[in-house]
Nanobody
């Protein structure tokens, strides 16, 4: 069973940085996407940043140039470095692994972390 545990959220003043971490435990042979979603109050969940199976990275237009997603495979950890934060970045951020297999022939599964709150004050 795969578990994702996020950390690093909190309260920050606009313009400041914050780094989120997501530690993955369990066996993952492959996945379609590893990424960060967020859900702001009254808004739909949106993909903030993702790394696809081929290594391509994708960022939401609203965070391009400010957020960077990277991974440390040795630590089974994915990070989201957020710079120049804005009040509109306030949301619960979720780490996710979508379309994961535990082996080459296993079924696909999606995994989500519990979420971490990011609040940006103006």
């Amino acid at each position: 069973q795969v578990q994702l545990v996020e950390s690093g959220g909190g309260l920050v003043t606009a313009g400041g940085p914050l780094r989120l971490s997501c530690v993955a435990s369990g066996s993952i042979f492959s996945s379609n996407l590893m990424g960060w979603y967020r859900r702001a109050p009254g808004k739909q969940r949106e993909l903030v940043a993702g790394i696809y199976s081929g290594g391509r990275k994708n960022y939401a237009d609203s965070v391009k140039g400010r957020f960077t997603m990277y991974r440390d495979n040795a630590k089974n950890t994915v990070y989201l470095q957020m710079n120049s934060l804005k009040p509109e970045d306030t949301a619960v951020y979720y780490c996710t692994i979508l379309g994961a297999r535990s082996d080459s022939r296993g079924p696909l599964a999606d995994y989500w972390g519990q979420g971490t709150q990011v609040t940006v004050s103006s």
